[in-house]
């Protein structure tokens, strides 16, 4: 039997499983490097030895500023319908807690609508439209191959104010 899924941070290691879930490598490792920059923080799931979804979240220049931006969540297809994904929206959302976020947002496509679904059933409110601009990062380089814009819905979550710091699953704070 397969154990319970835990949350933890991504570490460099991860960096192949990740990719699959991310579609690309050079996406994972732009991601990780940003985590390891502080500028994100990006979170795993994985049991029993096997990494089964990431989320990643942006601290500052999100799409919702001054609140952090959940951005690439994704859990295996295999490994969907079990909680797993819930379980690093709210790994993400303690994190944001406990740098005292005050909020957390995030935006999906205007026509993904079940990505709308999925996250109105975890609190999040549609708040705005949104010019999302994108731009791809060549990770050995730093630099921009490609840039664009895509329109958005931005989504927010108002987080409850911590009340205590006896649990802290992913080590933030
Ligand atoms: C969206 C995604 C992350 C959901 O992950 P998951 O692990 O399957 O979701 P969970 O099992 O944690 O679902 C939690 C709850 O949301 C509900 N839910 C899941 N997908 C839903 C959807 N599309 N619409 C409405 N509710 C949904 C589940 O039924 C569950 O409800 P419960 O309260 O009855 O238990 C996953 O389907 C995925 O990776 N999709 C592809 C990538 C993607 O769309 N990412 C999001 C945009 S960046």
Known sequence: MKDNPQIRTA??????DIAE?????DRAL?????AGRGEDSM???VASGVLLGTTSIRWADGCDPPHPW?????VAEHARGQGIGRSLVRAA???????SAAAMSLDTDVD?????AFYQHLGYRMICGHEHRWRSLDPRTGAVTATGTAPTWIMRKWLAPQQHHLHNPVGEG
């Not at 570490?11 to 192949?16: H, I, R």
């Not at 959940?70 to 994704?74: D, S, W």
């Not at 993904?112 to 709308?116: I, M, P």
């Open 30 to 34: 732009v991601r990780l490097q940003a």
């Open 70 to 74: 959940l951005y690439g969540l994704a």
């Open 112 to 116: 993904a609508l079940s990505t709308v």
């Open 11 to 16: 570490q460099p290691a991860d960096l192949d």
């Open 21 to 25: 879930l991310a579609g690309s490598k």
């Open 93 to 99: 959302e303690a994190a944001a807690a406990a740098r």
């Open 43 to 45: 979170l795993v799931a």
